[in-house]
């Protein structure tokens, strides 16, 4: 009788192992969730710290493969547009009808002062190409269960060098990211809500970004319009025509 226990047992962990999940299965299925070829959308951000608050409005057309233009439509920096070409951003100022270009680690800076960096707003999510990652264990956010995965940068040209993420168990979406220096310091915590699909791709229209190294400060991007697999102009991510 015992041994016939003890083979039940094993069998029911060998079967439970089998349907387990990953940390690579879970950032796969998210990935899938939100992945598109293309992407055109118009959004907010609300920017506060101990000054007060300051907002702005933005344009983004984005391809898959991560490059993408940011064109600012109203704040104190309307005319500003942004572009992103692998790892090099170019930034053209109206004012000065100049355009600089920043290298890799320009991508650290903060958006037109906001908590998002330009790492923030056109970052590659490719999390299994670029981290190392392990499934840490699971917790319960806004009444959310969600996986919790830690990641670390294989390189250490990553903005931030270590990243927890917390993905929900129902829909394989983030609900939360803590972002980290490599001592383990707390930098920004991200949160992400308001999903909405558009043509098979879910999204966040709701992110709220608080700094964790200037207490006081916090931004939130509302996304008021958005489309997945629209047709985007080539002459779009031109650098030479971000000045037009």
Known sequence: MKKILIFALLLICFITSLFALDSKDILDRMEKEMDFSSASFSATIVNTDKLGST??????????????????TSGADKGQKILRLGEEIYIFYPNSDEIIRLSSSGLKESFLGSDFSY???????????????????????NDIDCFVISMDA????????????YIAKASFLPVKMSLYSKS?????????????TDNGTKYPTHIEI???????????MDITSISFGVEL????????????
């Open 55 to 72: 907002k702005l409005t933005f344009d983004t057309y984005q391809k898959g493969n991560g490059d993408t233009l940011l064109i600012v």
């Open 119 to 141: 790492e923030d707003l056109t970052g590659d999510d490719e999390y299994d190409e670029r981290y190392s990652h392990y499934l840490s264990g699971e917790e319960t956010l």
């Open 154 to 165: 294989k390189k250490r040209s990553e903005t931030y060098q270590k990243e927890t993420m």
């Open 184 to 196: 383990g310091r707390l930098l920004k915590e991200i949160y992400y809500s308001d999903y909405i």
């Open 210 to 220: 608080k700094n964790a190294v200037k207490k006081s400060s916090y931004s939130v």
């Open 233 to 244: 102009n080539e002459d779009l991510f031109d650098k030479e025509n971000i000045s037009w």
